[in-house]
């Protein structure tokens, strides 16, 4: 009999054992449901809220003071692509905020205001008057300068090795080579003894520039005739200046606004039949005689990693200025014969490229 008792116990609790985990929880009744119904519903509120408090990654704002009119220019698109190439999107992960001057230099101070009042990360400009501008209203946003004659004479940077400042970049090395474009163009043109040089007194190395010029012209034996243009409303003044000068041949200095309005002045060599060097390929590229000089829609690209640099932490203060290493000399062909210029074998021979 114990036997079957031991068997109905087992039993028994096996079936209270089934009860148990049959038996359902009790539904909370007043105070309790209310406050199980108000944590619920904090719960399911609380996760939207919490994923829309996370902050939003911010999109690096790069502001562009140029003197040109558009951004379709070479050097400001190289700029984009040279971002391009370091994986920068326009309007996905970062945004480009322009400021052109249409060639006004006295609207360059009001503009960079807008670009500080708008709070850039970084400011990229575009010449010598451009970077003033930018840095006499601002010591707080990083500058990265396109492509500058001098930067340290003009007090952008304390030196190239160590800027100093909030400003570093690109130089264009202009000013050591000034002398040098006027010993390429008496050796294209032997007869030439008096020159025209068109330049920008405004330009923050613009007179460096001329003095540079009229150097090596004592040395040559060339006369110069100075002629000043600051800027695109007396440009067309200047040129019927020069053609009054009635000089052998014409060499413009370094300066953004006449490389933004190249065309002009080449249109203006042409038509006048005065033989011309200018400091830039692109110059000789729309028809210009000849170019000297560095690459300046290169300088912009690097510009790009300047930017990349500081946009993850670089100060601008510790990023030296590069210096240009390469320099073109670009002669057209074309524009010789329409001209009846025969360029010497031993110039075309040094040439980088030869525009046929």
């Known amino acids: 009999m114990d036997g079957v008792r031991l068997r109905g116990e087992d039993r028994r609790r096996a079936d209270e054992g089934d009860l148990t985990s049959r038996v359902e929880p009790s539904p909370p009744s007043g105070m309790d449901r209310r406050r199980f119904l108000l944590t619920s519903l904090a719960g399911a509120l609380a996760a939207p809220l919490a994923a829309r408090a996370q902050p939003a990654r911010k999109?690096?704002?790069?502001?562009?003071?140029?003197?040109?009119?558009?951004?379709?220019?070479?050097?400001?698109?190289?700029?984009?692509?040279?971002?391009?190439?370091?994986?920068?999107?326009?309007?996905?992960?970062?945004?480009?905020?322009?400021?052109?001057?249409?060639?006004?230099?006295d609207t360059l101070v009001s503009l960079a205001v807008e670009l500080v009042r708008q709070d850039m990360d970084v400011i990229v400009a575009d010449g010598g008057q451009a970077a003033l501008a930018a840095k006499s209203v601002t010591?707080?946003?990083?500058?990265?300068?396109?492509?500058?004659?001098?930067?340290?004479?003009?007090?952008?940077?304390?030196?190239?090795?160590?800027?100093?400042?909030?400003?570093?970049?690109?130089?264009?090395?202009?000013?050591?080579?000034?002398?040098?474009?006027?010993?390429l163009l008496r050796e294209a043109i032997p007869y030439a003894s008096r020159v025209a040089v068109l330049w920008n007194p405004g330009n923050p190395a613009g007179k460096d520039y001329l003095e540079q010029t009229k150097g090596a012209a004592r040395v040559l034996g060339v006369e110069i005739a100075a002629v000043e243009a600051r800027g695109t409303s007396d440009l067309d003044a200047a040129l019927e200046a020069v053609a009054a000068a009635r000089p052998s041949a014409l060499i413009s200095l370094a300066?953004?606004?006449?490389?933004?309005?190249?065309?002009?002045?080449?249109?203006?060599?042409?038509?006048?039949?005065?033989?011309?060097?200018?400091?830039?390929?692109?110059?000789?590229?729309?028809?210009?005689?000849?170019?000297?000089?560095?690459?300046?829609?290169?300088?912009?690209?690097?510009?790009?990693?300047?930017?990349?640099?500081?946009?993850?932490?670089?100060?601008?203060?510790d990023l030296p200025v590069e210096e240009p290493t390469k320099f073109e000399l670009v002669i057209n062909l074309k524009t010789a014969k329409a001209l009846g210029v025969t360029i010497p074998p031993s110039l075309l021979a040094r040439a980088d490229q030869v525009i046929e």
């Open 59 to 105: 999109v690096p704002r790069i502001g562009i003071l140029t003197l040109a009119s558009s951004a379709s220019t070479p050097i400001l698109q190289a700029f984009r692509d040279g971002l391009r190439e370091l994986g920068y999107v326009e309007s996905q992960n970062m945004a480009l905020e322009f400021r052109f001057a249409h060639g006004r230099p």
């Open 139 to 183: 010591q707080r946003i990083p500058i990265v300068m396109g492509a500058v004659g001098d930067p340290v004479k003009v007090g952008l940077v304390t030196s190239l090795a160590r800027p100093g400042t909030n400003v570093t970049g690109l130089t264009l090395l202009s000013v050591e080579l000034s002398s040098k474009r006027l010993e």
């Open 255 to 317: 300066d953004a606004t006449l490389w933004n309005h190249r065309r002009r002045v080449v249109d203006f060599a042409l038509r006048k039949r005065i033989p011309a060097l200018f400091p830039e390929r692109e110059f000789a590229d729309d028809g210009g005689l000849m170019a000297y000089g560095p690459n300046v829609p290169a300088n912009f690209r690097r510009a790009a990693v300047y930017v990349d640099k500081i946009l993850k932490g670089a100060k601008p203060a």
